[in-house]
């Protein structure tokens, strides 16, 4: 059995199919660059290299209409059994993944205003495989499900109840399937039950966030309501004062452009005019104040949620750094964890630097004197979509 993984974005959809009892990747690619004059694709199939082609997609049915010609072309759909939709917002509705039909479609689109930028791409993409793959089941699994347990005093923003209530204003908690993953994935390679873990999961990648997870159960996450809380991001800023917004709204700027400055304008983009993390790096080892500056501020966040975080467990068995810029970037981890000292938290120089590329599983970074577990885990979200889809319609 395969399951299909879609991840629909404003101007892209991801895919791959993948076996999710083994997690052998059959395929896996993107179309990009939808509804612009210019499109781009790429698909690798197991066993051959990557393809790319340039053609226009003038939206995402066309692009899915791409994507599983492709697919059928290769005779990759005959044993795909699932699809699964990456879904970024599911509410107070959706506690776990669900199977997509015309009733759960429309509760769906009612929860768009949650996530302006995210549910309407999402929901193309949905829409457009239904119509395409209709003798499939289609489940879609949420950023925030992994997050729908966190205690009620960290759901909850201390403002007026009836407020709260009337706009479904609480912490939502995103990055979820890589917490999940993540997590789960770190106990298994240290041999260990998750029951008996406390871990901190930081996912820094372009989107960035950390989380909690106490015995296999998130506790607490650093994004919110939004995905805009928290840690420092490529082009959002994570935490920052409530007044700064009405500070900013008093002297003439509307919604519309708060929310391109908190979404596209912030964050090392608005920092140092990159959000691409390895320029930032490259950029501050030049001597650019700047940068360094960026660079500071960011590991500052986060070295202030994991020492917030390890009160609220009250402990730490293992810190892992997974996604883009956790995975790759040596010297932020080296200067986290050097931060992180107070906490027992050695990091081994050698290890650090010779983390393999690309490997499936998890490599311990930690020196044998470190009190903590410091791992480097790749995500994948993929994996645990197409795991969590198909044991959604698997009786
Ligand atoms: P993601 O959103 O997980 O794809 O991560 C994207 C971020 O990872 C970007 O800021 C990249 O610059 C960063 N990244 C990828 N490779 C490296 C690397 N070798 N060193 C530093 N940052 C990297």
Request: hydrophobic residues 40%; charged residues 25%.
């Amino acid at each position: 059995m395969s399951a299909l993984v879609i991840n629909a974005g404003s101007s892209s959809v991801k895919f791959q199919v993948v076996d999710p009892a083994t997690g052998a990747v059959r395929a896996k690619g993107l179309a990009e660059r939808i509804g612009e004059t210019e499109g781009a694709a790429t698909i690798e199939q197991e066993g051959q290299g990557e393809q790319s082609t340039s053609q226009p997609f003038a939206d995402h049915r066309a692009a899915l209409a791409w994507v599983l010609d492709q697919l059928g072309g290769a005779g990759l759909l005959a044993d795909v059994e699932v699809v699964g939709h990456r879904t970024v917002h599911g509410g107070r509705r959706f506690d776990r993944p669900v199977v997509l039909d015309d009733e759960t479609l429309a509760v769906l689109r009612e929860l768009s205003p949650l996530a302006p930028l995210h549910n309407p791409a999402n929901i193309e993409g949905i829409e457009a495989a239904r119509e395409q793959l209709p003798e499939v089941p289609h489940v879609s699994v949420f950023d925030t499900g992994f997050f729908a347990e966190l205690p009620p005093e960290v759901r909850t923003y201390a403002i007026d109840t009836e407020v709260a209530q009337e706009y479904a204003v609480q912490r939502y908690g995103f990055h979820g399937a890589s917490h999940a993953y993540v997590s789960q994935r770190a106990a298994e390679d240290l041999g260990r039950d998750p029951a008996e873990l406390k871990v901190i999961v930081l996912h820094l990648g372009n989107g960035a966030s950390a989380a909690a997870v106490d015995g296999g159960r998130p506790v607490d996450c650093s994004m919110g309501m939004t995905p805009l809380e928290g840690l420092v991001m490529g082009t959002r800023p994570g935490d920052i004062d409530p007044g700064v917004l009405l500070h900013l709204l008093r002297h003439g700027l509307d919604a519309d452009e708060l929310d391109d400055l908190l979404n596209r304008r912030s964050g090392l983009k608005g920092l140092t005019g990159t959000n691409d993390m390895r320029e930032v790096r490259a950029a501050a080892t030049a001597g650019d104040e700047r940068a360094r500056l960026a660079l500071d501020v960011s590991i500052h966040r986060i070295v202030r949620y994991v020492g917030a975080f390890h009160a609220v467990m009250g402990g730490l068995d293992a810190l892992v750094f997974t996604a883009g810029v956790g995975e790759n970037n040596v010297e932020l981890r080296a200067e986290v964890c050097e931060r992180l000292a107070v906490l027992g938290i050695r990091l081994d120089a050698g290890r650090n630097t010779s983390v393999p590329r690309g490997r499936p599983g998890s490599t311990v970074v930690s020196g044998d004197d470190s009190q903590v577990a410091v791992l480097v885990t790749p995500t994948n979200e993929e994996l645990y979509i197409a795991r969590a889809a198909a044991a959604t319609v698997t009786p």
